[in-house]
């Protein structure tokens, strides 16, 4: 079934790519392993954003309440209920997928812009919540000290654990968008009138993708909690949402991969920029407004479209989406 | 409960609610017009309080100097407005609304960074003028001097904005570009000077916002994070790019939250945003008609 | 394209501003905030050939240098360097102390993982820093799983050393619970009894409301509390809020909060003559980051506590650490410059008491040490790691001396008088 879906070279390139990954802790410093965590975490947040954004084209402006959903989840099962850890690291992904059924169904009644603005609306409501209720959230403090099971708590076993869990989804993702359900909902965002025409019940598939993206989101968060065992109200920060907006437009949100790619250019910017200078934020804020103007389909989808006319192959984004209906 | 209390309470509410409302007018007006939600919006009415505290500060914190404030900081708002459409903005109209968000996001970015090299990190205040100064009593109860002016030039923006919108060429020909920008531009009038009128105008009173902020609070860092967010629910209850929309939404906001206050003041900040929430349970475009 | 070309000319222009800015700090600001960005690239020290060859001591600060408090985060580098500028003269075990700094944007998450950076990268012999008390409780837990010291500098909250304590966290700022029983002390002897309490809507905030509020009520058990009003922080106006308060009419009020948020209820209670009508206490009131920005614009007669103050006591210690400060940084050191200044000092003698670079007999040599502040001799206590230090109780008043307010009637308290015992900080960590 995969090699339908794949080409064999691209296997083969995942496969050299997860095997590289698997030997790093052998050999990295313990800080590299972290980074590393980082980048996987920010990027499965980035990629289920995608699945919204890139191939719903639907106006997801704040994904981060999902991801800050799914991480509190977990903080607040472990530090309050005499729970086991694996049903808090469950119920995470649920509770998100819960909370993007809610906002999502108020949201898809609207279109676009609207839909956005909606969006930051709620979720900023989402945030106010959990940023007050102080007896519960910890207010601006956060929780610290999530108890996890011994292994979790190394950087390795952390690394190892999102490492699979980021592939696992990664993989569902792919699976996701390669079905006749990835198709329509590509459909619907190149043509929704003509979707409603052929009776495609558009808003009923916007709602799901958005529920599915929360439930990822969610995943993100929970692989957050595990591996900083502290979560802040910042996570659910609308300044969050236009971070990972960043990332996937960044890496090119018409590719599959290139929010990897963004998430994975962030975070390490951060990472060295912020060993310079203090003024990074205006670092990222100039690189993103040349992005807009001189490379609006991303870092991955400039690539593409380099490969693509070497191959001379027209239209390069719309024949790798459309190759799956 | 004592009726003077919830009179005053109203009367400090409604102040307060005024500078929400200039400052979300302007993001509702460019949002209306242009279609760009405006992250950078609080950045500019940050850049408009400590321009403020910096012509003040050159006259001596005098009463002179705030009034130069109040009117000068929204016109240096206005030119680094005016750079920014020029320059970047106008090159994007044709893009979709993401990268307008983007776009302003990477600006919000640059221009607090900028803040912070120009002005420093440290509180800085803005003395308010001799005859603002201090509170007169009302109903028993003290009033700042300064709420009342509020209550006063809060509804003079909005009579300005109103004869912006329906007395002037500009004004009109930004209401229809709003609601068809093909049909506007195929009737040969050139649309770019209005869009970049109405995003300097949409800027300077974010400029404006906070110049009249600054005598009230400390300037400083991070002013700009509370107010965008309070802007955008206020405009989204209001019904996007309908400045009256977001007069009626600044005063929902802050006359709930003056009220929650004297019934329940332990959870007096919920107040606003439980409003929030009914509004969009019931009406999810706003209360008033959207500008499109 | 003549468009491509605009765009780029618009953010090449921005990029030389931004290059002459760096360049020269700006003109218009206080030199305290130049930020001390150039954070020192000698982090690759060179392996040590033997054993015993002496190599730099690496202090890692992570703090706020961008946000509302980034004045403390700089008031506390400057007063952190001057410190280093005095150790390094004479050395410190055969070397001197270096240090990394980071930005952590006033965010927890940010400082989390920066203080991993500087533990796991750097290799940070200790950790200091934050103004926020949150990012201190995060990296506090991170601290004491990889074993390295980490002493808190600005950030007051007492679960710093209370019931979130251990074995390699420090605090040298006065904490919530000694201001709150420094202030109730000061408040029971008045003959108030229904108050208000009000604040900023976070952990400093009811950190310092619930010390002052419990200890009140042990001193004064006839006391009552009116009700509560919490605000969030960055509230641009606090008018309907005082408002509602003055309506409830209380005896006293009692606010909780801090930095900027702090500005604007003395700004707020000037203005609408609340402080005339109802005495109020705040913690770091008196503080000068506060009302200097006020100038003549802030309320006299405000009760305040602080632990520092350039202009008492007047002794010469304390004299010529703000002479050395204001030659070098050209405005009189605040209240995070002294704590930074002190846990240089900290640092460097635990490190000499223990003669060698090694991190648990830093600690052991760090418990129950004494230093010399320009307040007078300051002690790291051993039971909780929290510093005994003075604090200044006074009112605010005009001074003909300076164009801002400062404190007046000011008196003395011993730290140990208001700090909570050793059990009861223990009893707490326990629980």
């Known amino acids: ?325 | 409960m004592d009726p003077s209390a919830v009179i005053s309470l109203l009367l400090v509410g409604l102040a307060r609610a005024m500078i929400l409302f200039i400052v979300s007018a302007g993001l509702t007006f460019v949002l209306g017009v242009l279609r760009v939600p405006n992250v950078a919006h609080g950045s500019l009415y940050m850049i408009g309080a400590f321009v403020a505290f910096t012509i003040a500060t050159a006259f001596g914190q005098s009463s002179a100097g705030f009034w130069f404030a109040l009117i000068l900081a929204p016109l240096v708002v206005a030119a680094v407005a005016l750079i920014i459409e020029r320059g970047l903005l106008s090159h994007l109209y044709q893009r979709e609304h993401l990268m307008l968000i983007l776009f302003t996001f990477g600006l919000m970015l640059i221009l607090n960074d900028l803040v912070k090299l120009i002005w420093g990190a440290e509180y800085r205040s803005v003395t308010p003028p001799e005859i603002l100064d201090g509170a007169v009593t009302l109903f028993g109860f003290n009033i700042p001097r300064y709420s009342l002016f509020l209550l006063f030039v809060g509804p003079l923006v909005a009579v300005g904005l109103w004869f912006l919108s329906n007395k002037t060429r500009l004004g009109k020909i930004a209401r229809a570009a709003s609601v068809d920008r093909e049909m506007v531009g195929v009737l040969g009038i050139n649309v770019s000077w209005v869009f970049a009128a109405a995003f300097v105008i949409g800027c300077a009173l974010a400029g404006l916002g906070g110049a009249l902020v600054a005598p009230t609070t400390s300037i400083s860092l991070g002013m700009d994070l509370t107010i965008i967010i309070e802007s955008f629910l206020i405009v989204i209850i209001g019904g996007l790019g309908n400045t009256w929309g977001a007069l009626i939404g600044s005063i929902l906001f802050g006359v709930s939250q003056s009220l929650g206050l004297l019934f329940f003041p332990q959870f007096a900040i919920a107040f606003p945003y439980a409003v929030v929430v009914i509004v969009l349970l019931l009406r999810p475009r706003g209360l008033l008609r959207s500008a499109w | ?431």
């Open chain 1, 1 to 325: 079934m995969l090699k339908a879906l794949v080409e064999p070279r691209w296997l083969v390139a995942t496969g050299i790519i997860l095997l590289g990954l698997l030997l790093i802790p052998f050999g990295a410093p313990l800080f590299y392993i972290y980074i590393l965590s980082v980048i996987f975490v920010t990027a499965l947040l980035a990629m289920s954003l995608n699945l919204v954004l890139g191939y719903g084209g639907i106006y997801q402006f704040h994904h981060a309440v999902f991801y800050g959903v799914g991480a509190y989840t977990v903080a607040l099962i472990l530090t309050r209920t005499s729970l086991p850890w694996w049903i808090a690291l469950l119920a995470g992904p649920f509770v998100a997928a819960a909370t993007g059924l809610i906002i999502g169904w108020f949201c898809v009644r609207l279109t676009k812009l609207y839909f956005g603005m909606l969006q930051i609306s709620l979720g900023s409501l989402v945030w106010i919540i959990v940023y007050r209720w102080y007896d519960v959230t910890g207010g601006d403090n956060g929780i610290h000290d999530i108890p996890m099971p011994e292994w979790l708590t190394t950087f390795q076993g952390a690394y190892y654990f999102i490492l699979a869990v980021v592939v696992v989804c990664v993989g569902l993702m792919f699976l996701l968008i390669k079905s006749p359900f990835g198709a329509t909902l590509q459909a619907i965002r190149d043509n929704p009138q003509r979707c409603e025409a052929i009776g495609i019940n558009v808003r009923h598939h916007k709602l799901i993708a958005i529920v599915i993206a929360a439930f990822f989101g969610g995943v993100a968060g929970v692989l957050f909690a595990t591996l900083e065992r502290s979560v802040f109200p910042g996570l659910l920060f609308w300044v969050l949402s236009l971070e990972i907006l960043v990332m996937c437009l960044l890496g090119g949100w018409f590719t599959f991969a290139g929010p990897i790619l963004g998430a994975a250019i962030v975070v390490a910017l951060r990472t060295v920029a912020s060993r310079y200078t203090d003024y990074w934020t205006m670092v990222l804020g100039i690189i993103l407004i040349l992005l807009i103007f001189f490379l609006p389909e991303g870092v991955m989808g400039f690539i593409q479209e380099r490969v693509a006319a070497k191959n001379k192959a027209p239209h390069p984004q719309r024949v790798e989406e459309g190759s799956g209906s």
């Open chain 3, 1 to 431: 394209m003549s468009r491509k070309i605009f765009v780029l000319f618009t953010l090449l222009a921005l990029t030389a501003a931004l290059l002459a800015c760096t360049g020269a700090p700006p003109t218009s600001a206080p030199p305290t905030s130049a930020p001390a960005t150039s954070a020192p690239q000698a982090t690759t020290a060179p392996p040590a050939t033997t054993a015993s060859a002496a190599r730099p001591i690496k202090v890692g600060i992570v703090d706020t240098y961008s946000g509302p408090p980034a004045a403390f985060g700089n008031d506390a580098l400057n007063g952190f360097k001057l410190a280093l500028s005095e150790i390094n003269k004479d050395g410190v075990l055969g070397s001197n102390i270096e240090f990394v700094t980071r930005d952590d944007k006033y965010q927890p998450d940010t400082a989390l993982s920066m203080a991993k950076e500087l533990i796991l990268e750097e290799k940070v012999d200790v950790l200091v820093g934050t103004v926020n008390s949150a990012a201190a409780l995060a990296i506090s837990s991170f601290a004491k799983e990889q074993k390295v010291p980490y002493i808190v500098w600005i950030a007051k909250s007492e679960a710093i050393t209370g019931a979130k304590g251990h074995r390699y966290v420090f605090s040298t700022s006065e904490n919530s619970a000694m201001a709150g029983k420094a202030g109730a002390e000061a408040l029971a002897q008045k003959p108030y009894t229904k108050y208000w309490i009000a604040g900023e809507d976070y952990e400093y905030g009811h950190a310092i409301a619930n010390a002052a509020w419990d200890n009140l009520k042990a001193l004064k058990p006839d006391v009552t509390k009116a009700g509560e009003t919490w605000w969030k922080t960055g509230e641009p106006d606090l008018t309907p809020y005082l408002t509602a308060i003055m309506a409830a009419k209380p005896d006293a009020i009692i606010f909780a909060t801090g930095g900027a948020g702090m500005t604007n209820v003395l700004k707020t209670a000037k203005a609408m003559g609340l402080s005339d009508q109802i005495p109020i206490w705040i913690h770091t009131a008196i503080d000068t980051s506060v009302l200097k920005p006020l100038g003549a614009n802030a309320p006299e007669g405000v009760m305040g506590t602080m632990d520092y103050l350039f202009y008492y006591p007047e002794t010469p210690e304390n004299k010529a650490f703000v002479k050395a400060y204001q030659d070098a940084y050209s405005a009189p050191p605040g209240f995070p410059a002294f704590h930074a200044y002190n846990t240089a000092h900290f640092i460097a003698e635990a490190f000499k008491k223990a003669g060698a670079l090694d991190k648990e007999k830093f600690i052991d040599a760090m418990e129950g040490l004494k230093i010399d502040s320009p307040t007078g001799e300051i002690e790291m206590r051993a039971c909780d790691h929290q510093v005994v230090e003075p604090l200044f109780m006074g009112v605010t008043k005009k001074n003909p001396q300076f164009e801002f307010m400062t404190a007046s009637d000011l008196v003395s308290v011993a730290g140990k008088d208001v700090m909570p015992s050793c059990e009861e900080v223990l009893k707490k960590r326990s629980q």
